[in-house]
T-cell receptor, first 113, second 115 residues
Framework: QQPVQSPQAVILREGEDAVINCSSSKALYSVHWYRQKHGEAPVFLMILLKGGEQKGHDKISASFNEKKQQSSLYLTASQLSYSGTYFCGTEKDYGGSQGNLIFGKGTKLSVKP | DTGVSQNPRHKITKRGQNVTFRCDPISEHNRLYWYRQTLGQGPEFLTYFQNEAQLEKSRLLSDRFSAERPKGSFSTLEIQRTEQGDSAMYLC?????????????FGSGTRLTVV
């Protein structure tokens, strides 16, 4: 079942922060986050495994609430290069990593100067 | 390694014709996935392989779609009797599961237009 992302679109000024949410009705083993720029392939940002682990690199971080089956992606002090469409991909919990990812519909992020 | 390679980049075909796409994954990746993406939507899962075994195929996928991964290396996706609704970007991705740390690496895709 497809995860639900919110919001559908965000417009930011450079330096502002944003949060993108992803929720699933199924028990999850992992949540992935990808960014896709127009006309390009999705690029992997990070993966979160069940256990509520929070990860991050540079000014982009994410969390995974296993009880709520929700993940959030945090973008702080946004840069122009952050513009693109962000997708979460969820993997159902089959008792380990055995499945494929189901992607949400995406959140379009536009960062203006 | 040059990443995931897909050919052709673009394909225009007439309705009713068969088409075949090829994907060459990253050589050390044992898993290979096919997705389809239409404008404004997220990638839609089609099927995936672990080595040469096809482990799952989307229940929404028509019988006109078939995929192979002989010898666990490259993969082909064939669409028979194409329809206008098949027009989309077809994405291939690979990963080294069950090691989960590095996610999927996507290819640049094959854009199919059915006229």
């Amino acid at each position: 079942q497809q995860p639900v992302q919110s919001p559908q679109a965000v417009i930011l000024r450079e330096g502002e922060d944003a949060v993108i949410n992803c929720s699933s009705s199924k028990a999850l083993y992992s949540v992935h986050w990808y960014r896709q720029k127009h006309g390009e392939a999705p690029v992997f940002l990070m993966i979160l495994l069940k256990g509520g682990e929070q990860k991050g690199h540079d000014k982009i971080s994410a969390s995974f609430n296993e009880k709520k089956q929700q993940s959030s992606l945090y973008l702080t002090a946004s840069q122009l290069s952050y513009s693109g469409t962000y997708f979460c991909g969820t993997e159902k919990d089959y008792g380990g990593s055995q499945g494929n990812l189901i992607f949400g519909k995406g959140t379009k992020l536009s960062v203006k100067p | 390694d040059t990443g995931v390679s897909q050919n052709p980049r673009h394909k225009i075909t007439k309705r009713g014709q068969n088409v075949t796409f090829r994907c060459d994954p990253i050589s050390e990746h044992n898993r290979l996935y096919w997705y389809r993406q239409t404008l404004g939507q997220g990638p839609e899962f089609l099927t995936y392989f672990q080595n040469e075994a096809q482990l799952e195929k989307s229940r929404l996928l028509s019988d006109r779609f078939s995929a192979e991964r002989p010898k666990g290396s490259f993969s082909t996706l064939e669409i028979q009797r194409t329809e206008q609704g098949d027009s989309a970007m077809y994405l291939c991705a690979s990963s080294s599961r069950p090691d989960p740390l590095y996610g999927y690496t996507f290819g640049s895709g094959t854009r199919l237009t059915v006229v």
